[in-house]
């Protein structure tokens, strides 16, 4: 992801990432009634390459009320590809726990504690057009001159519980509920997918920033259903660099 007759020394120090710093912003989940579902504090680490932030670790505190103990945790590691992040999800109150893990190059290991007490492992198989969990993000972000011309971009998502991923397409739209620069739409390719799962919608501001999130979440309402929500995100820090190219 990084760049002859250059002394060793000097590569080494062109190799060492350079202003360190984070990138930090907390999300308000909300029904559709408007009551508060939980909050989600992000504190993403990482650093400038060519001016452009890159992330290395990501970790998320998810609270029922601002300033509580977390009722859930997420951690995760860009090692190998800002679209593609090692998982590491706790939800105590369901027993729940999700593992994604890179055990070599181009397969993926998940480990799922469901909620009835199961253990359900995979093994998966993917290439570069892979997208894992928050590397939603960071994919917008990669794509962000092709979006705001009005361009879509297709890609595969990992369904972790179903131990597969699936057609999706990043596209432009518009959506009454939302007051961003940017809106942007994730909807199955498949027709059948379509019919089985709503399209998660996305704003932005013009920094690259996410603003909004409306649509299913990682977050169980009850042991057989995760929150539908409409999350506003507020940025506490950005990074000493662009967020997008």
Known sequence: MIRSAITFSALTILA?????NQFVFTGTAKSNG????????????????????????????????????????????YEDSSLRPSV????????????????EANRLDIEWQTPAGDVERYEVDFD??????????????AN???????????FRFLGPTRGEHYGFVLEPTRNNQLNSD??????????????????IVLGYNKEGALTEYLGLTNIRENADAN???????????????????
């Not at 504090?41 to 290395?56: D, L």
């Not at 601002?66 to 945790?73: I, K, V």
């Open 16 to 20: 060492l990432p350079v202003n360190a």
């Open 182 to 199: 940017v809106v942007l739409r994730i909807r199955p390719t498949s027709l059948v997918l379509r019919f089985l799962v709503d399209p």
């Open 88 to 103: 590491d999800f706790q939800q105590p109150d369901f027993n729940e726990s999700l593992k994604i893990t890179y055990p």
């Open 34 to 77: 408007g009551t508060l579902l939980y909050q989600e504090v992000h504190r993403v680490e990482g650093h400038c390459a060519e001016g452009i932030f890159e992330p290395q670790t990501h970790s998320v505190n998810y609270r029922k009320e601002p300033g509580e103990d977390p009722f859930a945790t997420k951690q995760m590691n």
């Open 128 to 141: 570069n057009r892979l997208v894992v969990d928050a590397g939603f993000d960071h994919l917008v972000r």
């Open 227 to 245: 929150f539908t929500a409409h999350i506003r995100y507020e940025v506490e820090q950005y990074p000493d660099c662009e967020l997008t190219p």
């Open 144 to 154: 962000w001159g092709q979006v705001t011309r009005g361009e879509s971009v297709e």
